[in-house]
């Protein structure tokens, strides 16, 4: 059985992460980008994008942290080696999955801008950064299959040691 | 399931009562039920063991090979 004194404060942390995101997703994004390039240019064009782009990214991290808030509470009752379990970790597989592509298109878009672009557009640094972010988090989506396999093991195991009498 | 649990013939030739089999061996009447039905999996040594004490006789006699190929 887990400890309760490791569950407890990693829940306590997950709340604050929550409200932290929430309220970077709902003040901190929309002020940052409200006044992104002068009005009628180019980059005044992409201020929603890029606002709605950054609140689908942070609802990704969200949606990560209530699955592991569910698969949290299964370890705790521990029913974690079950058929249910999967169903959480495959929705913190496929909010990576969101967030990761939504992630390359901005690497994508902000390499184009870099490239073609004025001097004074993207730097080559911030690309840089963008793509090693996004290469953290495709190690960490493939970490998150390497942990389903390990579930699918342990699972499987649980349910053949039931069988014996 | 080609290994077949004979558990019914010896449990009638000691005239014990699956109840108290049960509790002697320390099974759940319900893990017992899963023997008699054949639809046990595996089974510990030493559940085995305690059935053939509680039983008096070897796992032969318990446990019997049938061939269900084909």
């Known amino acids: ?165 | 399931m080609a290994i077949v649990v004979r558990l019914d013939v010896e449990l009638a030739r000691r005239k014990m009562p699956v109840g108290e089999f049960a509790e002697r061996v320390g099974l759940t009447p319900a893990n017992v039920a899963v023997l008699k039905n054949g639809r046990a999996k595996a089974i510990r040594f030493s559940t085995l063991e305690a059935i053939c004490r509680v039983l008096e006789c070897q796992p032969g006699d318990i446990l019997e090979w049938v061939d269900d190929e084909p």
């Open chain 1, 1 to 165: 059985m887990i400890d309760n004194r490791l569950v407890t404060p990693l829940r306590v942390l997950m709340v604050l992460l929550f409200a932290g995101l929430l309220v970077a997703q709902c003040l901190m994004v929309p002020g940052q980008f409200h006044d992104m390039g002068e009005d009628g240019t180019p980059a005044a064009a992409l201020r929603i994008p890029f606002i709605a782009f950054f609140i689908v990214e942070i609802l990704c991290v969200q949606v990560v942290l209530g699955c592991t808030w569910r698969l949290l509470s299964m370890v705790k009752e521990g029913e974690i080696f079950s058929e249910s379990a999967f169903r959480w970790v495959d929705g913190i597989l496929w909010a990576i999955a969101v967030a990761l592509v939504l992630w390359g298109c901005l690497g994508l878009f902000a390499g184009l801008v870099a490239y073609f672009g004025s001097d004074d557009g993207v730097a080559p640094g911030l690309v840089i950064a963008i793509g090693v972010v996004g290469l953290g988090g495709l190690v960490l989506f493939l970490l998150m299959l390497v942990m389903r396999a390990l579930l699918r093991q342990a699972t499987r195991l649980r349910t053949d040691m039931e069988g014996v009498i």
